[in-house]
């Protein structure tokens, strides 16, 4: 008499949604950032009966940037989940910014029925798993019919693939090595210049070797920061401007000559300056500069003492990010995003740790802060409990994306909001300049393009859905609220800093900073 147990269980049926989520769980993925709808809700549902941590986010740019940023900081494609049409349309940013960045992405999309025979499609995830994440990282797309969603099939026709494994470990030529050593044993004032293709790499601990056993000063991008520490005595990067233009040989190890590094172009360099360009990606080698040779494979900031010791109020740019290094938790993550933000906070706030800083990257991204922030905190929550995500914006970039706010208070993520709030782009105007504006014509008509509203309250985005929220005005009620902030662990918080609507950025002025002197 046959077993009728065989024979049940010969004839269990699963749902394509149950098959795809544990496609997803076979490749480790942790975690899935998007807006659900027909017909990925099911599928989300699946996913989140496996253990993978589903995020509800409020817009599928901010979700697939979160999704990004996981990828970053965990070397595994994070997960964007949507709906297709504007959907798919609203992830683009993000899969453009993660391709930019070369950061591992997968997004998978709902797309209308069609008549398929076979589940053979769920096998795609472990390839698009490894193109995500092999050679040069970046986003892909795998699009699911409704059909395959809802789907049953016998339980025991689905063949599964294994995890996909980690990319190879390739090595340089060994002649192209000795070359560069030759190079750089000849220089007489070698520059290395850190990107966040080397934190990708996860390079920290030979990069630091390097620097300290031939006494190198280095200049970290600003995701590069961190891998060796800001506060290490050999970085240069309050002389940036300087060292680029007097290096005789510029050592680059995962960072790209573009914009950021103002091309590798004269005369922001040496013109016979000599690049050594490592990089995993071989169609990278050799972009804008002929390298001398390609393996395909601080000083403190001078002038941060000076700024902050102003008293007179508005506070500056200086004057917060002073107050705020001071009390920032050496592992805490810092977000980073916003134009004189960003930029001036660079060179004051500094990172002790690899990865754990996330700003606009390679392609200028606004609007990335508060999806990148909750990556993170998801991320820190579950690896590393009780760190914080220090995100620091400016009012023009929270503008971006500060619905996520919900998002944060629905998760009660450790995170704590600055917004640097100068009423506007840049600059801005005070209340009273702006009242004076509007006595003469309608505001679409006299007020500039870069002001926004003066003294907005930001901090009752926060308070209105259950968190802490501070208006600050003086260096003293920003060093309060701070320290209040860090030490409430039961519930996120944001803090908006009124500074000087006209501040902006001061000029570099440093001297070279030789190896002699360091």
């Given at each position: 008499?046959?077993?009728?147990?065989?024979?049940?269980?010969?004839?269990?049926?699963?749902?394509?949604?149950?098959?795809?989520?544990?496609?997803?769980?076979?490749?480790?993925?942790?975690?899935?950032?998007?807006?659900?709808?027909?017909?990925?809700?099911?599928?989300?549902?699946?996913?989140?009966?496996?253990?993978?941590?589903?995020?509800?986010?409020?817009?599928?740019?901010?979700?697939?940037?979160?999704?990004?940023?996981?990828?970053?900081?965990?070397?595994?494609?994070?997960?964007?989940?949507?709906?297709?049409?504007?959907?798919?349309?609203?992830?683009?940013?993000?899969?453009?910014?993660?391709?930019?960045?070369?950061?591992?992405?997968?997004?998978?999309?709902?797309?209308?029925?069609?008549?398929?025979?076979?589940?053979?499609?769920?096998?795609?995830?472990?390839?698009?798993?490894?193109?995500?994440?092999?050679?040069?990282?970046?986003?892909?797309?795998?699009?699911?019919?409704?059909?395959?969603?809802?789907?049953?099939?016998?339980?025991?026709?689905?063949?599964?693939?294994?995890?996909?494994?980690?990319?190879?470990?390739?090595?340089?030529?060994?002649?192209?090595?000795?070359?560069?050593?030759?190079?750089?044993?000849?220089?007489?004032?070698?520059?290395?210049?850190?990107?966040?293709?080397?934190?990708?790499?996860?390079?920290?601990?030979?990069?630091?070797?390097?620097?300290?056993?031939?006494?190198?000063?280095?200049?970290?991008?600003?995701?590069?920061?961190?891998?060796?520490?800001?506060?290490?005595?050999?970085?240069?990067?309050?002389?940036?401007?300087?060292?680029?233009?007097?290096?005789?040989?510029?050592?680059?190890?995962?960072?790209?000559?573009?914009?950021?590094?103002?091309?590798?172009?004269?005369?922001?360099?040496?013109?016979?300056?000599?690049?050594?360009?490592?990089?995993?990606?071989?169609?990278?080698?050799?972009?804008?500069?002929?390298?001398?040779?390609?393996?395909?494979?601080?000083?403190?900031?001078?002038?941060k003492q000076e700024l902050a010791s102003k008293k007179s109020l508005p506070m500056n740019y200086y004057t917060v990010f002073y107050h705020v290094q001071e009390q920032l938790p050496r592992d805490c993550f810092v977000v980073s995003e916003g134009a004189n933000t960003m930029d001036i906070?660079?060179?004051?706030?500094?990172?002790?740790?690899?990865?754990?800083?996330?700003?606009?990257?390679?392609?200028?991204?606004?609007?990335?802060?508060?999806?990148?922030?909750?990556?993170?905190?998801?991320?820190?929550?579950?690896?590393?409990?009780?760190?914080?995500?220090?995100?620091?914006?400016?009012?023009?970039?929270?503008?971006?994306?500060?619905?996520?706010?919900?998002?944060?208070?629905?998760?009660?993520?450790?995170?704590?909001?600055?917004?640097?709030?100068?009423?506007?782009?840049?600059?801005?105007?005070?209340?009273?300049?702006?009242?004076?504006?509007?006595?003469?014509?309608?505001?679409?008509?006299?007020?500039?393009?870069?002001?926004?509203?003066?003294?907005?309250?930001?901090?009752?985005?926060?308070?209105?859905?259950g968190g802490k929220g501070y208006f600050v005005q003086t260096p003293e009620e920003l060093q309060k609220s701070l320290r209040q902030s860090l030490a409430d662990t039961t519930k996120p918080s944001l803090i908006n800093i009124m500074i000087e609507p006209q501040a902006t950025r001061k000029?570099?002025?440093?001297?070279?900073?030789?190896?002699?002197?360091?």
């Open positions: 008499m046959p077993d009728s147990n065989f024979a049940e269980r010969s004839e269990e049926q699963v749902s394509g949604a149950k098959v795809i989520a544990q496609a997803l769980k076979t490749q480790d993925v942790e975690y899935i950032f998007g807006i659900v709808g027909i017909p990925v809700t099911e599928i989300a549902i699946a996913a989140q009966q496996l253990g993978i941590k589903y995020i509800g986010m409020r817009n599928e740019q901010a979700a697939c940037y979160a999704a990004s940023a996981i990828g970053y900081l965990t070397s595994r494609p994070g997960v964007c989940l949507v709906v297709s049409g504007p959907g798919l349309i609203h992830a683009l940013g993000g899969m453009a910014n993660a391709n930019m960045n070369c950061w591992p992405l997968l997004v998978i999309g709902g797309s209308s029925e069609r008549n398929q025979e076979t589940m053979g499609a769920f096998q795609e995830f472990p390839q698009a798993v490894r193109s995500s994440i092999y050679g040069r990282p970046g986003a892909c797309y795998v699009d699911i019919p409704a059909d395959f969603v809802n789907l049953q099939v016998n339980v025991n026709s689905i063949k599964y693939m294994e995890r996909c494994m980690s990319p190879p470990i390739s090595m340089a030529e060994t002649s192209a090595v000795c070359t560069a050593a030759s190079v750089i044993r000849n220089a007489k004032q070698p520059l290395l210049i850190i990107g966040k293709g080397a934190a990708y790499a996860h390079a920290e601990e030979s990069i630091k070797k390097l620097v300290e056993q031939y006494k190198l000063p280095f200049l970290p991008t600003p995701m590069g920061k961190g891998v060796v520490p800001d506060n290490h005595p050999y970085c240069v990067g309050a002389a940036r401007s300087r060292a680029l233009q007097f290096a005789d040989v510029i050592v680059l190890f995962g960072a790209r000559l573009n914009w950021i590094l103002h091309f590798g172009l004269p005369p922001r360099y040496q013109p016979d300056v000599k690049f050594i360009q490592v990089d995993i990606c071989a169609e990278e080698l050799g972009n804008n500069v002929k390298p001398a040779v390609t393996l395909l494979g601080n000083i403190h900031a001078v002038t906070g660079r060179t004051v706030l500094q990172n002790y740790l690899p990865r754990h800083r996330l700003d606009a990257g390679t392609f200028g991204t606004m609007g990335v802060g508060l999806g990148f922030a909750i990556a993170a905190a998801v991320v820190a929550k579950d690896r590393s409990p009780g760190q914080w995500i220090i995100c620091v914006e400016g009012d023009s970039a929270f503008g971006f994306s500060g619905m996520e706010v919900e998002t944060i208070c629905r998760y009660n993520l450790p995170i704590i909001l600055l917004v640097v709030n100068n009423n506007g782009i840049y600059q801005g105007f005070d209340t009273d300049t702006w009242k004076e504006m509007l006595k003469f014509q309608d505001a679409t008509a006299v007020v500039p393009p870069m002001c926004l509203l003066p003294n907005s309250h930001y901090e009752q985005v926060m308070t209105a859905f000029a570099q002025d440093f001297h070279w900073l030789t190896r002699s002197n360091m």
